[in-house]
T-cell receptor
Framework: EAGVAQSPRYKIIEKRQSVAFWCNPI?????LYWYQQILGQGPKLLIQ????????DSQLPKDRFSAERLKGVDSTLKIQPAKLEDSAVYLC?????????FGPGTRLTVT | GENVEQHPSTLSVQEGDSAVIKCTYS??????FPWYKQELGKRPQLIID?????GEKKDQRIAVTLNKTAKHFSLHITETQPEDSAVYFC?????????????FGKGTHLIIQP
C-alpha cells in the first residue's frame, strides 16, 4: 500500500513571497490533515478535511494560509505572504478510522 | 481546547533497561491516545495507540497504559535497543466515530546508551 505523498520536499523562499504544498493521501482515506511542525516541537493541527469539506480550521491563520481539497482526494496548502515564523515542516496526514499516517513533510525555510 | 503535557523532555537509559514516558491531558472528552516515534528528518510513525475503553495495550516490547480518572497515559519500552533512539510524541483527540485532529505533546528525546 502506498503511503502519503507530499511535494516538494524542500522549499526556500523570501518573506512576503507565496508558496504552495501538495499532498496525496493514502487511497481510500476520507480524512486529510495538515500539521505544522516547528523545530523542536510537536506537530500542530492547521486544518482537517473530511472528503472535500472542512471539519476544523480553528488553528489556521486565515489571513495568510489557505487550503483546499478538491474532489476529496489531493489537497494543497498555500501561504501568502510568508513570514519568517512560518519556517517549519508541513506534514500531511490521512486517516480511514482512528489511525493517522503521515507523509514525509515539506521543509519550508523563509529567509 | 485540549492541552497535552509530556515528560521528560529528554530521557537517557542504558541499552537493555526500560524507558517510561508520561503524558497528561486536559479534556476529559478525549478518547484516543496514540504514540508516535520520529527519527531525525523523518516523518512521525505510529507505534501504538489506545482508546479510552481499555486501560492497557501491549505490542512486543512496547506498552501503553491509560488512567482516565487521572487523565494521564504512559509509554513503556522494555529491553531498549539502540534503534529505539528517537523523539517520541504522545497525542490526544476526541474521536466520535471518526478521527479528529491530534493535539501533540512537546516530545521526549530518548537516548539509548550502549
Amino acid at each position: 500500500e502506498a503511503g502519503v505523498a507530499q511535494s516538494p520536499r524542500y522549499k526556500i523562499i523570501e518573506k512576503r513571497q507565496s508558496v504552495a504544498f501538495w499532498c496525496n493521501p493514502i487511497s481510500g482515506h476520507a480524512t486529510l490533515y495538515w500539521y505544522q511542525q516547528i523545530l523542536g516541537q510537536g506537530p500542530k493541527l492547521l486544518i482537517q478535511f473530511q472528503n472535500n469539506g472542512v471539519v476544523d480550521d480553528s488553528q489556521l491563520p486565515k489571513d495568510r494560509f489557505s487550503a483546499e481539497r478538491l474532489k476529496g482526494v489531493d489537497s494543497t496548502l498555500k501561504i501568502q505572504p510568508a513570514k519568517l515564523e512560518d519556517s517549519a515542516v508541513y506534514l500531511c496526514a490521512s486517516s480511514a478510522n482512528y489511525e493517522q499516517y503521515f507523509g514525509p513533510g515539506t521543509r519550508l525555510t523563509v529567509t | 481546547g485540549e492541552n497535552v503535557e509530556q515528560h521528560p523532555s529528554t530521557l537517557s537509559v542504558q541499552e537493555g533497561d526500560s524507558a517510561v514516558i508520561k503524558c497528561t491531558y486536559s479534556d476529559s472528552a478525549s478518547n484516543y491516545f496514540p504514540w508516535y516515534k520520529q527519527e531525525l528528518g523523518k516523518r512521525p510513525q505510529l507505534i501504538i495507540d489506545i482508546r479510552s475503553n481499555v486501560g492497557e495495550k501491549k505490542d512486543q516490547r512496547i506498552a501503553v497504559t491509560l488512567n482516565k480518572t487521572a487523565k494521564h497515559f504512559s509509554l513503556h519500552i522494555t529491553e531498549t535497543q539502540p534503534e529505539d533512539s528517537a523523539v517520541y510524541f504522545c497525542a490526544a483527540s476526541m474521536s466520535g466515530g471518526g478521527a479528529d485532529g491530534l493535539t501533540f505533546g512537546k516530545g521526549t528525546h530518548l537516548i539509548i546508551q550502549p
